[in-house]
């Protein structure tokens, strides 16, 4: 098949990895829009529409919420170097690879980064954040992950946000991987900067990181010492340049990953942010009972597993890459590995946004099953679909 | 006329600013293929013919040649905070707004930013540079903008090249609007790093920042004392995750961002630098031709104008905005107003990419000719469309 210069078209994937997911062809369509000069007032509109729609994603009334003109990780970024200064005390909830790349990060900012551990599929308790705060002399931020992509582990963060406010620490989170298919209530929940991705649950593709600072965050950005060290990630710059009145040029935003993105939230909440989240539980549910029913084991802490990507532990004697060459090659069909200390020890299955459906679920089963079976595991076909289809009846019923 | 959720549709423009420009529907077409995952074994050959096309265009052997995950200030970042650490002394050309931008990232780098300064439309002397190299015990670096979009100004960088070797200091230049219009000889010129943004006279859309590191850059980078202070701009975990064998997980580069950048390099390529430069070059001419016998003043300096930005005075009497507005609202056509001191004083036209076509000069030229009349302006009708036509039948035949 030829390609848009004659040279071999790229193959067109099911997207069921950690991220990207697949796109609705209705934002690959806003992608695919015209491009719009970064000071256009018909583009400064579809800024302003953007910002609206993140805040009610977020759930926050906070004005400060944009997207960054990088991926997720730049709004780590982001968020670390707005909040830290140099010498500053951050506690950090590391349970994960993404909790490590946060130490690491604040590290380069300068901070102090106190590392407040769980094992790797299993939350951060509370009350270990708690005795960490006590221990220190003044902590200027918590920082953890809402969904920690590389174990498949849903922390709650009520707690944590109340202790955030107890011990005048700034609350940051990490909601990359959970915004649009769990609730990430800032307000609600006390998170002083919260970012995420695009290429997740919000579906549209990547290159962009939402992100939103709240009443806090501000004040403590007012009292700085010194500048932030990112002129490129500088809050303060980006927020004149998508608030300020006149807008103040600082860097040429990408339209077309903004008009994507714009559309990815109407899509998003014209579903509706509760059916949103039920679909992806629903699918999420099925997906590891389906697993479980085929005799693999899920790797998160029962009861605090994510909906949205599903950790699954490789089988003692299967090569999981073959797995995922076989899926990928033969079935068009991309899975994630394992990160840092899981590689090559667990699959990473998510069910993110438009990825998110009931024939991506049975699809993936399907195509597990075959290649596992290809392996030699022992399994009794079509367990794995018919668990699942269970588990969407049972659900269904529950919301009847 | 509805857009993909029945919201009013953005409007088509004609992207005569500086930057973003249009984007061919070829190019189009590449950004909207489906997404792919950031590891896919398809998107790491889209990675490495990238790679090598980039390599084409900034004409140099660096192995060390990608684009980054941000635009083209997020180049600028990368170069300067790769290259320097606390406390080095790096030479800044300030003859604009982005040399002015250069002192203050360099400065957030913990770096000593010692400004050459020339006035805004006029080049930076070698002679300058030297002076201010003697005068330093030890420079780290020297920093000049190539393209000069805030005055329109190109800068020759070849015995600043020579000077940055004499003296051990890396040579970093900003092509953000030159790449792909004017020569920009990497290894010939001794740059020693140089950062370009897609949506100029590459012609792919903005988001992305080619970068290219070459040996003694490595050098440099190879004995830091200390990390690099961005994370997610460190060039050597970029390096991993762009040329590891096998490669490392970093972040999640934006596929459809890079699949258009790819088309746009082929395209770039296919026409042949050689004639893309001329392309620029004759219209470029014909509109300042054009300009000059409407009566109007260009900016910078004569010799040294760059052909695919033009920086033009506005008339005494005539209010800028209302040409700009008249142009965008009633013509579809965005030209860009000036920039800090310039604001106000100056419009910037750009023929950059697909936008530098003799149609879009005629276009721009006739559109102008009509919005300052409007405003009582005195011109011959028809001098300015009737000289730009002069000069591309003069250039051609020069060619002849």
Same mark, same amino acid.
């Given at each position: 098949m030829a390609g848009p210069s004659g040279e071999t078209a790229t193959p067109v994937r099911v997207l069921l990895g950690p991220g990207p997911s697949s796109v609705h062809?209705?934002?690959?369509?806003?992608?695919?829009?015209?491009?719009l000069g970064h000071m256009d007032p018909?583009?400064?509109k579809v800024m302003d529409d953007t910002m609206a729609l993140? *805040?009610?994603?977020?759930?926050?009334?906070?004005?400060l919420t944009l997207p960054l003109s990088g991926t997720g990780s730049s709004g780590m970024e982001a968020a670390l170097c707005n909040a830290l200064e140099p010498g500053d005390t951050i506690v950090v909830g590391v349970n994960g690879y993404f909790g490590t790349r946060m130490m690491e990060m604040a590290a380069r900012c300068g901070a102090r980064p106190v590392p407040v551990e769980a094992d790797w599929g299993r939350v951060i308790a509370p009350e270990a954040i708690e005795s960490a705060l006590r221990r220190?002399? *003044?902590v200027k931020a918590i920082a953890v992950v809402h969904a920690e992509t590389s174990t498949g582990v849903l922390q709650p963060l009520e707690d944590i946000g109340r202790l955030a406010q107890e011990h005048g620490a700034l609350l940051i989170v990490d909601a990359v991987t959970s915004l649009g298919g769990h609730a990430v209530a800032v307000d609600d929940w006390g998170i002083d900067i919260c970012?995420?991705?695009?290429?997740?649950?919000l579906g549209a593709?990547?290159?962009l990181a939402p992100i939103t600072f709240g009443d806090r965050a501000l004040e403590a950005l007012a009292k700085r010492q010194s500048k932030v060290q990112s002129w490129y990630l500088d809050i303060s710059l980006l927020r004149d340049y998508w608030m300020g009145s006149p807008r103040t040029y600082h860097h040429t935003a990408s339209s077309p990953l903004v008009l994507?993105? *714009?559309e990815a939230l109407r899509m998003v909440l014209a579903e509706g942010l509760a059916a949103q989240f039920k679909r992806h539980l629903t699918n999420g549910a099925a997906l590891q009972g389906g697993l479980e029913a085929m005799g693999l084991k899920l790797f998160a802490q029962e009861g605090r597993r994510l909906s949205v990507l599903t950790a699954v532990r490789v089988p003692d004697g299967i090569d999981e890459l073959r797995v995922r060459?076989?899926?990928?090659n033969e079935e068009g069909i991309e899975i994630g590995g394992g990160l840092g200390e899981l590689r090559g020890k667990i699959w990473r299955i998510g069910l993110m946004g438009y990825s998110s459906s009931k024939q991506n679920a049975l699809m993936v089963l399907s195509a597990l099953e075959r290649a596992l079976a290809r392996q030699g595991f022992e399994l009794s076909p079509g367990i794995g679909v018919e668990t699942a289809e269970r588990v969407w009846k049972m659900m269904d019923s529950l919301a009847a």
């Open positions: 062809p209705q934002v690959t369509a806003a992608l695919a829009a015209p491009v018909a583009f400064i993140l *805040r009610q994603v977020f759930q926050t009334h906070n004005a220190q002399a *003044r970012y995420s991705g695009t290429q997740k649950c593709p990547p290159g994507a993105l *714009r060459q076989a899926l990928l």
